[in-house]
C-alpha cells in the first residue's frame, strides 16, 4: 500500500452505501471499481436505506445536520469524495513484491491525488487517502512497486503476441530459463532481448498492472500497462486493449524511465 502522509487528516474509511450516498450529494454517478450497492432494491427499500445511510454518516460525523435541517459534508471528506466521484483522470494499480501487495484507484487532479482501496478488514469498506501532489505519489511510487536501480544499456524493445505472451508468462513456473528465452526469441527473432526477458519472468521480485482512465465527458477512455522486476532489470509492457488486436511491447526501463511515464500519464 502507498505510504504518503501527505494530509494531516487520518484515512477516512466508508462502506459502500455511505460511499454512494457521499457521491450522489456531490453529484457523481460513476464511482471506478465501487458496484452500486442498491442495485435490485425497490423504491421504498432504497429509501429506508438511505435514511440508515445518512443516520450512519451522521453517527460517524462525516455528514453534518446544521441548525436549519440542511445536510455538510465536512472539508476533509468533502475533497475526498469530490475528488474520487469527479476527477477526470484515474489509475486503477495492482501490484506484489515481497514486502507488499496492493489494489486500488488512484484519483488524480492537478493539485492531489486521492488513493481509493478495499479494506482489508471488510471488503464492503473503502479507505480513501491523500497521498499529496503528483510528484510526490509518482516519488513514493516507484520505492513502493520495488523497481531496480540498475540500468542495462540500449536493449531493443520486443514485440509480440499478447495472447502468446500470456499463455508464457501464466507458464512460467512450469518451464526453465532457457526453454522460455528459446519460445520468445522465436516469437521476437531477438535471441538477447529473449534472455533478459526470460531471466526477468523467471527470477521476478516485483510485478503489477496499470490502467489509465481519462473521462472524454461520456465514458472513460483507457490504455494499459504492466511491468515484470527482477533484481537487476525492469521491464515495462505495453498491449493492445481492443478486443481484435493482439500486440505487446515490452521494454527495459530504468527507475527514472518508469517514474517519468507515470507522471506523463498522471499529468495528461
Known sequence: MLTIHASKQE???LNDKEFFFLAGIIGSDRLLGVEDPFVGYLTEEIAVEWEKTKQSL???QYLIQEE???LSIPPEVFSRVAIAGLAERACWL??????????????VTDERVIQVCRSDEDNRCYMLSELGTIDQTC?????DLAL???NWGDIPALL???KEFGDIYT???EHSCDDISDRLARLTDDAEGSIALAKCMKNKVSSGELQLSIWNGISWESQNAAFIVNESMNWLLRMSLEGDQDWLTAAPATKEQFRHMLLMWLKQ
Open 160 to 162: 509480440l503476441s499478447r
Open 11 to 13: 484515512t477516512i474509511t
Open 171 to 173: 507458464s512460467v513456473t
Open 94 to 107: 495492482k501490484y506484489e513484491n515481497q514486502d507488499s501487495a496492493f489494489e486500488g484507484y488512484l484519483h
Open 68 to 70: 436549519g435541517g440542511e
Open 139 to 143: 516519488d513514493q511510487l516507484v520505492e
Open 58 to 60: 451522521l453517527s460517524k
Open 148 to 150: 531496480s536501480d540498475q
